[in-house]
C-alpha cells in the first residue's frame, strides 16, 4: 500500500484526538488572551464590574480555571485543562457506554432463529 492509500485504524484516531485535546488544555491553554471574556469586558466599560457576584462555586478546586494548591500559574492552569478534558471524557463515555445500543446476544439469535424456522416447519406442514 502507498502512504496515500493507508488508512488510519479508529483506535488511533481517537488515540490522537485525545493527545491533541490534552496538549490543548494541558500546554496551548496558557497562552489563551489574559483580557477579560466579552461579558467582563462589556461590565467594566459600563461599571457595573464591582456589582458582580461571586458564583456559588468560586471556591471549587478548579475555579478560574486553576488548580487548587499550584502555586505556579502554568502548570495549575494545564493541570485544571487536563483533569477537565479527562472528566469529560469519562462522563461522556460512561453516558455512552450506558446508552449503547445492544444487538442481540448469539444466543438470542440462535434462539429467534429456531423460533422461525419452527413456525416455517409448521405452516408448510398444514
Known amino acids: 500500500m502507498t502512504g496515500a492509500n493507508r488508512r488510519v485504524s479508529?483506535?488511533?484516531?481517537?488515540?490522537?484526538?485525545?493527545?491533541?485535546?490534552l496538549l490543548v488544555a494541558g500546554v496551548a491553554s496558557y497562552y489563551a488572551s489574559a483580557h477579560p471574556d466579552?461579558?467582563?469586558h462589556v461590565a467594566e466599560q459600563t461599571g457595573?464590574?464591582?456589582?458582580?457576584?461571586?458564583?456559588?462555586?468560586?471556591?471549587?478546586?478548579?475555579?478560574?480555571?486553576?488548580?487548587d494548591g499550584v502555586?505556579?500559574?502554568?502548570?495549575?492552569?494545564?493541570?485544571?485543562?487536563?483533569?477537565?478534558?479527562?472528566?469529560?471524557?469519562?462522563?461522556m463515555g460512561g453516558l455512552a457506554w450506558l446508552l449503547r445500543r445492544r444487538g442481540p446476544t448469539g444466543r438470542e439469535r440462535a434462539e429467534s432463529d429456531e423460533a422461525g424456522?419452527?413456525?416455517?416447519?409448521?405452516?408448510s406442514a398444514s
Do not use: C, K, M
Request: no cysteine; glycine share 10%; net charge negative.
Open 48 to 67: 457595573f464590574l464591582d456589582t458582580a457576584e461571586d458564583s456559588p462555586v468560586a471556591d471549587s478546586p478548579l475555579a478560574d480555571y486553576q488548580t
Open 117 to 123: 424456522h419452527d413456525a416455517d416447519a409448521s405452516a
Open 71 to 91: 502555586d505556579d500559574e502554568r502548570i495549575s492552569g494545564g493541570l485544571a485543562g487536563v483533569i477537565g478534558v479527562v472528566l469529560v471524557l469519562v462522563l
Open 10 to 21: 479508529t483506535r488511533a484516531l481517537w488515540a490522537g484526538l485525545l493527545v491533541a485535546a
Open 38 to 40: 466579552g461579558l467582563e
